[in-house]
Nanobody
């Protein structure tokens, strides 16, 4: 099992950037594919980005492709989400997740963090 904790959220203006981090416990971080999801009030949890265990394969939601970059540092058991050119519609709680294979489906992820709030003002 791996435990996850997100950080880096905050209140920013449209056009600004933020970098989210997801710190993982345990010695098997590299064996997990990792993903970022987000959930706005009244909406379902939505896929944002995912990265393979080794970091060589990534996948993005259409809404963030070209603005967000997912990465990981397996030596530090940490995953990142660099978010540029933020928009008000990016406002949500951002959660990181770990699973056995890279996927866009939240049901494929077995471990979740508690989330970090990102608020983008117009």
């Amino acid at each position: 099992q791996v435990q996850l904790e997100e950080s880096g959220g905050g209140l920013v203006q449209a056009g600004d950037s933020l970098r989210l981090s997801c710190a993982a416990s345990g010695r098997t971080f590299r064996s997990y594919a990792m993903g970022w999801f987000r959930q706005a009030p009244g909406e379902e949890r939505a896929f944002v980005a995912a990265i393979s265990g080794g970091g060589s394969v990534t996948q993005y939601a259409d809404s963030v492709r070209g603005r967000f970059t997912i990465s990981r540092d397996n030596t530090q058991n940490t995953m990142f989400l660099q978010m540029n050119t933020l928009k008000p519609e990016d406002t949500a709680v951002y959660l990181c997740a770990a699973g056995r294979s890279l996927s866009i489906y939240r049901s494929d992820y077995t471990n979740w963090g508690r989330g970090t709030q990102v608020t983008v003002s117009s």
